[in-house]
Antibody
Framework: EVQLVESGGGLVQPGGSLRLSCAAS????????MTWVRQTPGKGLEWVSA????????YYADSVKGRFTFSRDNTKSTLYLQMNSLRAEDTAVYYC??????????????WGNGTTVTVSS | QSALTQPASVSGSPGQSITISCTGT?????????VSWYQQHPGKAPKLIIY???KRPSGVSNRFSGSKSGKTASLTISGLQAEDEADYHC??????????FGGGTQLTVL
């Protein structure tokens, strides 16, 4: 069974840092681009970042560029989202998602259950 | 990277058809066919139901269909069922290697 499990969420003060992880299983992880999407309470989805299968290319939304870093360890089938200089508006549920095969990161066919990040003093 | 525009809510009775619109700009929805739709039930993760404007992933009911005209994409659900009650999100490639989502539409089955 294809599965993605996020972890690392929690309460952090404004200006602080947090690292999210996403453990993948059930598919050949190193062959797939991956994505982070977040959702604020009661609101819509927001694309955050994507990474190529090799990890050599990363892409970011303007709202997080320069503060977040997306990386992956293909030997551990794990993604990482390092979040620095956190702001109240980063408060959200963060989902990792797998690409639809053949479509890079444009479409996401498997999603994790999300991990909650709360930025508050 | 402004969010795509969706109606906040739509409703329909069982058996009816409904359409949800998703309006963007010439830089996203209007520029290519990289439009998708996701269904999200309360407390659950999103599920891909339409990609490349009108294609359905394996296992998705053919009651779901997608289309696009200019800067507006649309999702149509025919033969509405109670289980279709959920939030629906559109998404488009927005250039400069980014994606943009719509604000989401809450579907109520009356």
């Amino acid at each position: 069974e294809v599965q993605l499990v996020e972890s690392g969420g929690g309460l952090v003060q404004p200006g602080g840092s947090l690292r999210l992880s996403c453990a993948a299983s059930g598919f050949t992880f190193r062959n797939h681009a991956m994505t982070w999407v977040r959702q604020t309470p009661g609101k819509g989805l927001e694309w955050v970042s994507a990474i190529s299968a090799s990890g050599g290319s990363t892409y970011y939304a303007d709202s997080v560029k320069g503060r977040f870093t997306f990386s992956r360890d293909n030997t551990k089938s794990t993604l990482y989202l390092q979040m620095n200089s956190l702001r109240a508006e980063d408060t959200a549920v963060y989902y990792c998602a797998k690409d639809l095969p053949g479509y890079f990161y444009y479409y996401m066919d498997v999603w994790g259950n999300g991990t909650t990040v709360t930025v508050s003093s | 990277q402004s969010a795509l525009t969706q109606p906040a809510s739509v409703s329909g009775s069982p058996g009816q058809s409904i359409t949800i619109s998703c309006t963007g700009t010439s830089s996203d929805v209007g520029t290519d066919n990289l439009v998708s739709w996701y269904q999200q039930h309360p407390g659950k993760a999103p599920k891909l139901i339409i990609y490349e404007v009108s294609k359905r992933p394996s296992g998705v009911s053919n009651r779901f269909s997608g289309s696009k005209s200019g800067k507006t994409a649309s999702l149509t659900i025919s033969g509405l069922q109670a289980e279709d009650e959920a939030d629906y999100h559109c998404c488009s490639y927005a250039g400069v290697s980014t994606l943009v989502f719509g604000g989401g539409t809450q579907l109520t089955v009356l």
